[in-house]
């Protein structure tokens, strides 16, 4: 057994290396915007950016449309499909799993194809170019906010709750917002958690429809600049690990931390 | 509620003991109108995209039906993508699949204190979210001509880039991709290490057999489907990647990804038709790797679960 532990000691210190290394090297990088000396320049030349914070800004908002249009649909539906429509569960999931088999290149594609020509006309406006976008966000994020309402929806007696709360008198809306959202409030905040994770700096679907948001204002920098790259880089992974370090201690732990958007 | 032949009209929706324990009454197909807005979301935003794409992979220029499209497939710069599209997600699979497995293993039946399995379980649903754009940026940093890592060999008497490495073709982006790639397989791999239940071990050596047999006869056939469905997985993962690539290589390696990219900035085809088979061919591609997924899941949650 002791040989065991000190190949896993072995192949742990590769995997630290590898995860770490490139890390020490962004952040070595983006100090060296000053000649000679390592300064934080690059990060305060991106933090002096209009356009970063109104990139930022642009893609928080949409991450918070999504997530709450997100939440919206989903939560009842995973709710209903709990309560009155078990046997309709297979084709649920299947629309859930339906995500992983467009790429979102394609799903952009196709958005486009679709939308930007009658008699769906969207891509004209900006306001109607965000509800595409916020839609295409929906559909990435969607397998991992139903996984995580539905483990949600597992931990607790959906059916008992509905019962007490409508021979109480309680309506379809007060159940689901006063009842089983409040219940499901760990696992609406792990999706959502994950959701700005993904949606925060993706680059596809906002570049080609072409929305000032926050991936392509990285992309931008990344071919003009040499350091500020780095800091923003460097930005984005502390935001990622606060997010992740959440959905961590939210879930001790116990669901995987899976996203997506690569 | 309750009515005989409206459940027989309705035999999917029949459930068990569901008059005594219905909630309220109401009809079958009242019930499956709580599904419209789901069924209207996934109709308009993911159904009716593919399916656009795949009407417009049928048909020519002048509006018939074709199969021309699926036949340009086979040109060579078309193929070269798919290859490379392929070969990229096969190897970090295969890479990231056997890395992040000995790394699960480590940290779950490897003797390492239970802190450990805590950091890296956090580290890896990190990095297997960071990707896209600030990921690329992170690898040019550290493996780029000015990089950290390129710098420090280069003091040392090794040029990298003189030996034949380069960040921005095939083996620049595999690493790149397994940064998301082994973490997915250890936060996949680590629960279904646990698993493994003591007894079968206990039993096993009862029956004589030493470490290497109970892994070969007992242990590796029941994870085996496991395994393989998570790099199945990360196959996907990787094939229909296509931020970390861009930002990576701006567009010059030809992936698929990166060509139906091009096709929708600006038809570089000549030939909108071409570029729908190609994501159709993507999309079979996902498909395919999905189901063989969803059947090794089935099989494995034979034993593990």
């Not at chain 1, 060296?32 to 000649?35: C, F, H, L, P, T």
């Not at chain 2, 034949?164 to 073709?169: D, K, S, V």
């Given at each position: 057994m002791n040989r065991f532990r000190y190949w896993s000691w072995f192949w742990l210190a590769i995997g630290a290396i590898y995860f770490f290394l490139p890390l020490v090297a962004t952040a070595e990088f983006s100090m060296?915007?000053?000649?000679g000396t390592l300064s934080l320049l690059a990060y305060q030349r991106v933090l002096e950016d209009k356009e970063f914070v109104s990139s930022f800004l642009f893609s928080l908002r949409m991450a918070l449309l999504t997530i709450t249009f997100g939440i919206l649909l989903i939560v009842p539906t995973a709710y209903w499909v709990h309560l009155r429509l078990p046997r309709m569960r297979p084709l649920v999931e299947l629309l859930t799993l339906l995500p992983f088999v467009i790429p979102v290149i394609v799903l952009v594609f196709g958005m486009i194809r679709v939308y930007?020509?009658?008699?769906?006309?969207?891509?004209?406006?900006p306001a109607t170019t965000d509800i595409l976008l916020v839609a295409g966000y929906m559909v990435i994020s969607l397998p991992y906010l139903y996984r995580s309402v539905d483990v949600g929806l597992r931990a607790m007696d959906v059916r008992s709750l509905t019962e007490a709360a409508q021979s109480l008198g309680a309506g379809w809306g007060t159940i689901l917002f006063r009842i089983i959202l409040p219940n499901l409030r760990t696992a609406a905040l792990t999706g959502a958690l994950l959701t700005l994770a993904i949606v925060i700096g993706e680059l596809t679907l906002a570049q080609y429809l072409a929305r000032p948001a926050f991936g392509p204002y990285m992309n931008l920098l990344g071919k003009n600049r040499a350091y500020e790259p780095a800091a923003l880089s460097i930005m984005s992974f502390a935001l990622t690990w606060a997010a992740m370090g959440v959905v961590y201690w939210l879930t001790r732990g116990e669901q995987a931390q899976i996203g997506g958007g690569h | 509620m309750g009515n005989p032949t409206k459940s027989f009209q309705f035999p999917w929706l029949n459930r068990k003991g569901r008059d005594a324990r219905s909630a309220r009454p109401a009809s079958p197909l009242w019930d499956v109108f709580g599904l419209l807005p789901m069924l209207a979301f996934a109709f308009f935003f993911m159904l009716l995209p593919a399916s656009s794409l795949v009407f417009g992979a049928f048909q020519?220029?002048?509006g018939q039906f074709t199969l021309q499209h699926f036949a340009d497939l086979s040109q060579r710069f078309i193929i070269e993508g798919y290859r490379n599209s392929i070969q990229v997600s096969l190897v970090t699979a295969l890479i990231g699949g056997v890395f992040g497995f000995i790394l699960a293993y480590a940290i779950t039946?490897?003797?390492?204190?239970?802190v450990v399995r805590a950091m890296v379980t956090t580290f890896a649903g990190v990095a297997s979210n960071f990707a896209g754009v600030p990921l690329a940026f992170a690898f040019i940093s550290t493996?780029?001509?000015?990089?950290l890592v390129t710098v420090v060999f280069k003091s040392a008497g090794y040029d990298l880039y003189k030996q034949?490495?380069?960040?921005?073709?095939f083996a620049g982006l595999s690493l790149t991709y397994l940064y998301f790639q082994f973490p997915l397989m250890i936060l996949i791999m680590a629960p279904a290490l646990d698993g493994l239940k003591r007894e079968w071990q206990e039993a096993s050596e009862n029956l004589g057999a030493n470490g290497f047999q109970y892994w070969r006869y007992v242990a590796l056939p029941i994870i085996l489907p496991s395994i393989l469905g998570t790099m199945v997985l990360l196959f996907g993962n990787a094939f229909g990647a296509y931020a970390t690539a861009f930002a990576l290589t701006g567009g010059t390696l030809d992936l698929v990804t990166i060509m139906i990219g091009a096709q929708i900035r600006g038809n570089v085809l000549y030939d909108p038709g071409l570029g729908y088979a190609m994501a159709i061919g993507m999309v079979v591609i996902m498909a395919f790797s999905i189901i063989i997924y969803a059947w090794l899941q089935r099989r494995s949650e034979r034993w593990l679960r």
């Open positions: 060296r915007a000053q000649k930007s020509s009658p008699p769906f006309l969207m891509t004209t406006t | 020519g220029n002048d039946l490897g003797g390492l204190p239970p493996l780029g001509r000015t990089g034949g490495f380069n960040l921005y073709t």
